[in-house]
Protein backbone atom coordinates (compact mmCIF):
# COMPACT_ATOMS: atom_id res chain seq x y z
CA UNK A 1 0.00 0.00 0.00
CA UNK A 2 1.38 3.49 -0.38
CA UNK A 3 1.65 5.67 2.60
CA UNK A 4 0.39 9.23 1.35
CA UNK A 5 1.64 12.18 2.63
CA UNK A 6 0.08 15.16 4.20
CA UNK A 7 0.72 18.38 5.15
CA UNK A 8 -1.18 20.64 7.43
CA UNK A 9 -1.06 23.90 6.90
CA UNK A 10 -2.82 26.54 8.88
CA UNK A 11 -0.11 29.52 9.23
CA UNK A 12 2.19 27.47 10.75
CA UNK A 13 5.42 26.65 8.70
CA UNK A 14 4.95 22.90 9.60
CA UNK A 15 8.08 20.10 9.33
CA UNK A 16 8.27 16.73 9.99
CA UNK A 17 10.14 13.59 8.62
CA UNK A 18 8.21 10.80 7.16
CA UNK A 19 9.13 7.78 5.60
CA UNK A 20 7.13 6.73 2.11
CA UNK A 21 6.04 3.20 2.19
CA UNK A 22 4.39 0.89 -0.02
CA UNK A 23 3.91 -2.78 0.35
CA UNK A 24 6.23 -5.40 -1.59
CA UNK A 25 4.21 -8.02 -3.56
CA UNK A 26 4.68 -11.35 -2.99
CA UNK A 27 6.33 -11.58 0.29
CA UNK A 28 5.37 -12.55 3.79
CA UNK A 29 6.73 -9.13 5.58
CA UNK A 30 6.22 -5.61 4.42
CA UNK A 31 7.96 -4.09 2.81
CA UNK A 32 8.38 0.16 1.50
CA UNK A 33 9.05 2.34 -1.98
CA UNK A 34 9.27 6.24 -2.61
CA UNK A 35 8.05 7.62 -5.22
CA UNK A 36 6.92 6.16 -8.91
CA UNK A 37 7.27 2.15 -8.86
CA UNK A 38 10.18 0.75 -10.33
CA UNK A 39 10.38 -0.86 -13.71
CA UNK A 40 10.34 -4.62 -14.42
CA UNK A 41 13.75 -5.74 -14.68
CA UNK A 42 15.49 -2.51 -12.31
CA UNK A 43 17.65 -2.83 -9.49
CA UNK A 44 16.26 -3.58 -6.09
CA UNK A 45 17.82 -2.77 -2.67
CA UNK A 46 16.24 -4.63 0.37
CA UNK A 47 17.18 -4.66 3.56
CA UNK A 48 17.73 -9.25 4.23
CA UNK A 49 17.82 -10.60 7.98
CA UNK A 50 18.30 -14.02 8.66
CA UNK A 51 17.92 -15.83 11.70
CA UNK A 52 21.56 -15.70 12.82
CA UNK A 53 24.47 -13.37 12.64
CA UNK A 54 25.31 -12.97 8.72
CA UNK A 55 27.94 -15.28 8.02
CA UNK A 56 29.80 -16.18 5.14
CA UNK A 57 27.35 -18.85 3.84
CA UNK A 58 25.13 -16.24 3.69
CA UNK A 59 27.07 -13.76 1.63
CA UNK A 60 27.80 -16.65 -0.89
CA UNK A 61 23.81 -17.35 -1.35
CA UNK A 62 23.31 -13.94 -1.84
CA UNK A 63 25.92 -13.26 -4.48
CA UNK A 64 25.13 -16.85 -5.96
CA UNK A 65 21.17 -15.00 -6.27
CA UNK A 66 22.83 -12.54 -8.31
CA UNK A 67 22.85 -10.00 -4.92
CA UNK A 68 25.71 -7.62 -3.65
CA UNK A 69 26.40 -7.00 -0.26
CA UNK A 70 26.45 -3.25 -0.06
CA UNK A 71 26.56 -3.52 4.30
CA UNK A 72 26.00 -5.17 6.56
CA UNK A 73 23.78 -4.32 9.50
CA UNK A 74 24.85 -6.94 12.32
CA UNK A 75 22.27 -4.97 15.17
CA UNK A 76 19.32 -6.98 13.38
CA UNK A 77 21.59 -9.96 11.96
CA UNK A 78 20.98 -8.49 8.73
CA UNK A 79 22.75 -6.80 5.20
CA UNK A 80 21.51 -4.30 3.00
CA UNK A 81 21.95 -6.04 -0.89
CA UNK A 82 21.61 -4.87 -4.37
CA UNK A 83 19.58 -7.65 -6.21
CA UNK A 84 18.75 -7.73 -9.83
CA UNK A 85 15.36 -7.24 -10.09
CA UNK A 86 12.29 -7.48 -8.05
CA UNK A 87 11.98 -11.03 -8.83
CA UNK A 88 15.06 -12.33 -7.32
CA UNK A 89 13.37 -10.98 -4.01
CA UNK A 90 11.20 -13.41 -3.75
CA UNK A 91 13.51 -16.25 -4.22
CA UNK A 92 15.69 -15.11 -1.50
CA UNK A 93 12.80 -14.61 0.87
CA UNK A 94 12.54 -18.67 0.71
CA UNK A 95 16.47 -19.23 1.77
CA UNK A 96 15.37 -21.24 5.49
CA UNK A 97 17.90 -19.09 7.09
CA UNK A 98 16.18 -15.33 5.87
CA UNK A 99 13.76 -14.00 8.41
CA UNK A 100 12.74 -11.32 6.72
CA UNK A 101 13.06 -9.22 3.20
CA UNK A 102 11.98 -5.21 2.89
CA UNK A 103 12.71 -3.00 0.45
CA UNK A 104 15.14 -0.34 1.64
CA UNK A 105 12.99 2.36 2.18
CA UNK A 106 13.60 6.38 1.25
CA UNK A 107 13.29 8.41 4.12
CA UNK A 108 11.65 11.50 3.03
CA UNK A 109 11.69 15.55 4.81
CA UNK A 110 8.87 17.77 3.67
CA UNK A 111 11.39 20.52 2.21
CA UNK A 112 12.32 22.98 4.96
CA UNK A 113 11.56 26.80 4.69
CA UNK A 114 14.94 28.36 3.42
CA UNK A 115 17.28 30.29 5.66
CA UNK A 116 16.92 31.38 8.50
CA UNK A 117 15.94 34.46 10.88
CA UNK A 118 17.94 37.40 12.74
CA UNK A 119 21.15 37.78 13.11
CA UNK A 120 23.81 35.64 13.47
CA UNK A 121 24.40 36.01 17.01
CA UNK A 122 21.18 37.94 18.76
CA UNK A 123 20.94 37.94 22.41
CA UNK A 124 20.06 35.08 24.25
CA UNK A 125 16.37 34.90 24.92
CA UNK A 126 14.78 32.01 27.45
CA UNK A 127 12.04 30.38 24.40
CA UNK A 128 9.04 29.74 25.23
CA UNK A 129 8.71 25.96 25.03
CA UNK A 130 12.00 25.75 27.27
CA UNK A 131 10.14 27.61 29.45
CA UNK A 132 6.92 25.99 29.67
CA UNK A 133 8.20 22.66 30.12
CA UNK A 134 10.04 24.15 33.64
CA UNK A 135 13.70 23.51 32.45
CA UNK A 136 15.35 26.71 34.03
CA UNK A 137 13.44 25.51 37.39
CA UNK A 138 15.70 22.31 37.05
CA UNK A 139 18.83 24.03 36.30
CA UNK A 140 19.69 24.29 39.57
CA UNK A 141 19.75 20.40 40.14
CA UNK A 142 20.67 19.53 36.62
CA UNK A 143 21.96 21.25 33.18
CA UNK A 144 22.74 17.55 31.71
CA UNK A 145 26.66 17.50 32.12
CA UNK A 146 28.11 14.55 30.76
CA UNK A 147 24.80 13.13 29.35
CA UNK A 148 25.29 11.80 25.53
CA UNK A 149 22.47 12.27 23.16
CA UNK A 150 22.36 11.02 19.74
CA UNK A 151 20.54 13.46 16.83
CA UNK A 152 19.29 11.19 14.51
CA UNK A 153 18.55 13.30 11.74
CA UNK A 154 20.03 15.77 9.36
CA UNK A 155 23.05 16.17 10.98
CA UNK A 156 24.30 19.57 13.05
CA UNK A 157 25.95 22.68 11.89
CA UNK A 158 29.20 21.98 13.06
CA UNK A 159 30.13 25.73 13.30
CA UNK A 160 26.91 26.53 15.08
CA UNK A 161 28.45 29.69 18.26
CA UNK A 162 25.01 28.27 19.75
CA UNK A 163 25.99 24.48 19.78
CA UNK A 164 29.52 24.00 19.38
CA UNK A 165 30.93 23.37 22.94
CA UNK A 166 28.37 21.33 23.54
CA UNK A 167 28.82 19.42 19.96
CA UNK A 168 31.23 16.40 20.63
CA UNK A 169 31.27 14.79 17.51
CA UNK A 170 29.29 13.07 14.80
CA UNK A 171 28.65 10.45 12.11
CA UNK A 172 27.54 10.36 8.83
CA UNK A 173 25.65 7.34 7.02
CA UNK A 174 24.62 9.44 3.99
CA UNK A 175 26.60 8.46 0.82
CA UNK A 176 26.19 10.33 -2.57
CA UNK A 177 26.08 6.78 -4.72
CA UNK A 178 23.87 4.03 -3.11
CA UNK A 179 26.37 1.34 -3.53
CA UNK A 180 29.35 3.37 -2.36
CA UNK A 181 30.13 3.55 1.17
CA UNK A 182 29.67 6.89 3.33
CA UNK A 183 32.20 9.43 4.02
CA UNK A 184 31.73 8.92 7.82
CA UNK A 185 32.86 12.58 8.72
CA UNK A 186 31.08 14.53 6.67
CA UNK A 187 27.87 15.03 9.42
CA UNK A 188 27.42 18.84 8.83
CA UNK A 189 24.00 19.77 8.97
CA UNK A 190 23.03 20.47 4.76
CA UNK A 191 19.23 20.59 5.61
CA UNK A 192 18.69 22.36 8.89
CA UNK A 193 16.22 20.54 10.74
CA UNK A 194 18.74 18.20 12.60
CA UNK A 195 20.43 21.39 13.34
CA UNK A 196 17.00 23.14 14.71
CA UNK A 197 16.60 19.87 17.15
CA UNK A 198 19.37 19.77 18.32
CA UNK A 199 19.48 23.94 19.78
CA UNK A 200 16.17 22.46 21.40
CA UNK A 201 18.03 19.45 23.03
CA UNK A 202 21.54 21.86 24.32
CA UNK A 203 21.59 24.89 22.83
CA UNK A 204 24.65 26.28 25.36
CA UNK A 205 23.54 28.82 27.82
CA UNK A 206 26.17 31.93 26.43
CA UNK A 207 24.36 34.92 26.11
CA UNK A 208 23.45 34.41 22.20
CA UNK A 209 20.53 33.08 20.30
CA UNK A 210 18.76 30.39 22.31
CA UNK A 211 18.93 27.97 25.63
CA UNK A 212 18.43 24.37 25.30
CA UNK A 213 16.20 22.12 27.68
CA UNK A 214 19.87 20.58 28.74
CA UNK A 215 21.98 23.29 28.30
CA UNK A 216 25.16 21.18 29.31
CA UNK A 217 24.16 17.85 27.52
CA UNK A 218 26.44 16.38 25.15
CA UNK A 219 25.73 16.49 21.57
CA UNK A 220 26.22 14.04 18.62
CA UNK A 221 25.01 14.77 15.09
CA UNK A 222 24.29 10.98 13.51
CA UNK A 223 23.19 12.07 10.03
CA UNK A 224 21.11 9.51 8.43
CA UNK A 225 19.35 12.15 5.79
CA UNK A 226 20.86 13.82 3.01
CA UNK A 227 20.53 17.95 1.85
CA UNK A 228 16.96 16.96 0.50
CA UNK A 229 15.79 15.54 3.68
CA UNK A 230 16.17 12.27 1.72
CA UNK A 231 17.32 8.79 2.56
CA UNK A 232 17.28 5.07 3.56
CA UNK A 233 15.54 3.30 6.32
CA UNK A 234 18.96 0.86 6.76
CA UNK A 235 21.15 4.53 7.26
CA UNK A 236 18.44 5.13 10.30
CA UNK A 237 19.37 1.27 11.31
CA UNK A 238 22.94 2.19 11.16
CA UNK A 239 22.55 5.25 12.96
CA UNK A 240 20.77 3.63 15.89
CA UNK A 241 23.70 1.07 15.94
CA UNK A 242 25.61 3.47 16.36
CA UNK A 243 24.66 5.42 19.10
CA UNK A 244 24.36 2.07 21.12
CA UNK A 245 27.90 1.14 20.55
CA UNK A 246 29.02 4.60 21.10
CA UNK A 247 28.03 5.52 24.72
CA UNK A 248 24.68 7.55 23.91
CA UNK A 249 21.86 7.40 26.75
CA UNK A 250 19.80 9.37 25.12
CA UNK A 251 18.25 9.16 21.16
CA UNK A 252 16.18 11.55 19.43
CA UNK A 253 14.52 10.98 16.34
CA UNK A 254 12.51 13.69 15.36
CA UNK A 255 10.99 11.55 11.71
CA UNK A 256 8.67 9.12 11.25
CA UNK A 257 7.11 6.16 9.36
CA UNK A 258 3.34 5.48 8.76
CA UNK A 259 4.23 1.55 7.87
CA UNK A 260 5.93 -0.72 10.55
CA UNK A 261 9.10 -2.04 9.24
CA UNK A 262 10.33 -5.18 10.75
CA UNK A 263 14.18 -4.00 10.60
CA UNK A 264 13.73 -0.84 12.27
CA UNK A 265 11.73 -2.22 14.84
CA UNK A 266 14.36 -4.87 15.95
CA UNK A 267 16.82 -2.01 16.15
CA UNK A 268 14.97 0.29 18.78
CA UNK A 269 14.10 -2.89 20.66
CA UNK A 270 17.55 -3.46 20.90
CA UNK A 271 18.51 -0.58 21.56
CA UNK A 272 16.10 -0.33 24.28
CA UNK A 273 17.36 -3.49 25.94
CA UNK A 274 20.91 -2.13 25.71
CA UNK A 275 20.09 0.75 28.13
CA UNK A 276 19.21 3.39 25.55
CA UNK A 277 16.16 5.57 25.68
CA UNK A 278 14.69 6.46 22.58
CA UNK A 279 12.58 9.60 21.88
CA UNK A 280 10.66 9.90 19.14
CA UNK A 281 7.88 12.55 17.04
CA UNK A 282 4.54 11.13 17.10
CA UNK A 283 3.43 12.64 13.99
CA UNK A 284 2.02 15.44 12.00
CA UNK A 285 -1.00 13.83 10.64
CA UNK A 286 -3.45 14.09 13.18
CA UNK A 287 -7.41 14.92 12.40
CA UNK A 288 -8.27 16.11 15.99
CA UNK A 289 -9.95 13.24 17.26
CA UNK A 290 -9.11 11.32 20.00
CA UNK A 291 -11.06 8.15 18.38
CA UNK A 292 -8.69 7.30 15.86
CA UNK A 293 -5.06 6.75 15.69
CA UNK A 294 -2.31 8.29 13.61
CA UNK A 295 0.73 7.61 15.60
CA UNK A 296 3.86 7.14 13.13
CA UNK A 297 6.78 4.67 13.69
CA UNK A 298 9.31 4.31 15.17
CA UNK A 299 7.23 6.49 17.90
CA UNK A 300 4.59 3.67 17.87
CA UNK A 301 6.82 1.18 19.09
CA UNK A 302 6.73 0.17 22.85
CA UNK A 303 10.02 0.79 22.96
CA UNK A 304 9.84 4.45 21.96
CA UNK A 305 8.91 7.73 24.14
CA UNK A 306 6.07 9.16 22.16
CA UNK A 307 5.95 12.68 22.13
CA UNK A 308 2.76 15.22 20.58
CA UNK A 309 3.13 18.70 20.85
CA UNK A 310 1.21 21.40 22.32
CA UNK A 311 0.78 25.08 21.37
CA UNK A 312 1.32 28.10 24.02
CA UNK A 313 -1.72 27.95 25.33
CA UNK A 314 -1.61 24.27 26.03
CA UNK A 315 -4.02 22.94 24.05
CA UNK A 316 -3.02 20.45 21.09
CA UNK A 317 -2.97 21.40 17.42
CA UNK A 318 -5.18 19.54 14.93
CA UNK A 319 -1.87 18.18 13.32
CA UNK A 320 -0.53 16.33 16.21
CA UNK A 321 -0.99 12.65 15.97
CA UNK A 322 -3.37 11.18 18.48
CA UNK A 323 -3.82 7.26 19.69
CA UNK A 324 -3.19 5.67 22.31
CA UNK A 325 0.89 5.34 22.20
CA UNK A 326 1.07 9.14 22.97
CA UNK A 327 3.38 8.92 25.82
CA UNK A 328 4.10 12.36 26.57
CA UNK A 329 3.42 15.77 25.49
CA UNK A 330 5.61 18.72 24.24
CA UNK A 331 5.88 22.42 23.28
CA UNK A 332 5.66 22.23 19.18
CA UNK A 333 4.16 25.10 17.21
CA UNK A 334 6.41 28.03 16.72
CA UNK A 335 9.51 26.88 18.34
CA UNK A 336 12.73 29.06 17.63
CA UNK A 337 16.03 27.34 17.75
CA UNK A 338 19.63 27.09 15.61
CA UNK A 339 19.27 26.65 12.11
CA UNK A 340 22.05 26.04 9.26
CA UNK A 341 25.21 28.87 8.56
CA UNK A 342 24.69 30.18 12.26
CA UNK A 343 21.06 31.00 11.93
CA UNK A 344 18.10 30.95 14.19
CA UNK A 345 14.58 29.37 12.39
CA UNK A 346 10.94 29.33 13.62
CA UNK A 347 9.42 26.14 13.05
CA UNK A 348 6.46 23.92 14.15
CA UNK A 349 6.16 20.13 14.48
CA UNK A 350 6.19 17.14 16.78
CA UNK A 351 9.83 17.05 15.24
CA UNK A 352 10.08 20.16 17.68
CA UNK A 353 8.53 18.65 20.87
CA UNK A 354 10.32 15.34 20.81
CA UNK A 355 13.82 17.32 21.76
CA UNK A 356 11.91 18.64 24.49
CA UNK A 357 11.10 15.71 25.96
CA UNK A 358 15.37 14.30 25.43
CA UNK A 359 16.29 16.96 26.62
CA UNK A 360 14.57 16.54 29.78
CA UNK A 361 15.59 13.05 29.67
CA UNK A 362 19.26 14.08 29.69
CA UNK A 363 18.40 16.30 33.00
CA UNK A 364 16.69 13.70 34.76
CA UNK A 365 19.78 10.99 34.28
CA UNK A 366 22.40 13.58 34.65
CA UNK A 367 20.66 14.36 38.06
CA UNK A 368 21.41 10.37 38.67
CA UNK A 369 24.98 10.95 37.63
CA UNK A 370 25.24 13.50 40.59
CA UNK A 371 23.45 11.31 43.41
CA UNK A 372 25.60 8.76 42.43
CA UNK A 373 28.62 10.02 42.48
CA UNK A 374 29.66 9.02 39.53
CA UNK A 375 30.12 10.08 36.13
CA UNK A 376 29.29 6.67 34.34
CA UNK A 377 25.68 6.22 33.99
CA UNK A 378 25.41 2.33 32.98
CA UNK A 379 23.72 0.75 36.16
CA UNK A 380 22.01 3.58 37.74
CA UNK A 381 18.16 4.04 35.69
CA UNK A 382 16.87 1.71 33.15
CA UNK A 383 15.07 3.31 30.38
CA UNK A 384 11.75 1.68 31.97
CA UNK A 385 12.76 3.90 35.18
CA UNK A 386 13.08 7.22 33.37
CA UNK A 387 10.23 6.50 31.65
CA UNK A 388 7.98 5.73 34.87
CA UNK A 389 9.68 8.70 36.66
CA UNK A 390 8.75 10.84 33.03
CA UNK A 391 5.24 10.02 33.45
CA UNK A 392 4.29 10.27 37.30
CA UNK A 393 5.99 13.87 37.20
CA UNK A 394 4.30 15.16 33.90
CA UNK A 395 1.45 18.07 33.85
CA UNK A 396 -1.92 15.95 33.47
CA UNK A 397 -3.43 18.88 30.81
CA UNK A 398 -6.28 16.10 29.31
CA UNK A 399 -8.23 13.10 30.85
CA UNK A 400 -7.24 12.03 34.05
CA UNK A 401 -4.33 10.22 33.44
CA UNK A 402 -3.40 8.84 30.27
CA UNK A 403 -5.46 10.21 27.02
CA UNK A 404 -4.86 9.89 23.62
CA UNK A 405 -3.64 13.85 23.20
CA UNK A 406 -1.47 14.50 25.91
CA UNK A 407 -0.71 11.09 26.87
CA UNK A 408 0.51 11.40 30.48
CA UNK A 409 0.69 14.88 30.20
CA UNK A 410 3.14 17.57 29.57
CA UNK A 411 6.96 16.86 30.71
CA UNK A 412 8.01 18.28 33.79
CA UNK A 413 11.77 19.50 33.74
CA UNK A 414 11.99 20.20 37.46
CA UNK A 415 9.72 17.76 39.08
CA UNK A 416 11.70 15.48 36.33
CA UNK A 417 15.25 16.47 37.73
CA UNK A 418 14.49 16.53 41.62
CA UNK A 419 11.71 13.97 42.14
CA UNK A 420 10.31 16.50 43.82
CA UNK A 421 5.87 17.12 42.90
CA UNK A 422 5.43 20.60 42.44
CA UNK A 423 2.72 20.66 40.50
CA UNK A 424 -0.32 19.01 42.05
Given at each position: ?11 LI ?75 A ?24 K???G ?60 V ?14 G ?18 T ?33 G ?10 G ?56 S?P ?30 S????A ?40 A ?14 G ?15
Amino acid sequence: MTIKLRMIANSLIILVLVFGLAGFGGLATQAVSAGSPQAAGAPERVIITFNHAINEDARAALENMGGRVLKELPLINGAVVLLPNEAAASDIGILASVRSVEKDARVFALRPPKGGGGSTQPAEVLEWGVDRVDAELAWATSRGLGVNVAIIDTGIDKDHADLVDNLKGGVNFVSKSPVKPADPNKWDDDNGHGTHVAGIVAARDNEIGVIGTAPEAYLWAVKVLDRNGSGYTSDVIDGITWAKNNGMQVINMSLGSGTDVQALHDAVDVAYAAGVVIVAAAGNSGDGDGSTNEVIYPAKYSSVIAVAATAVDDSTPSWSAEGEEIELAAPGVSIRSTWNDGLYNTISGTSMAAPHVAGVVALALATAVQTAYDVDLDGLWDPAEVRAALQATADDLGAAEHDNFYGYGLVDAEESATGSQTNP
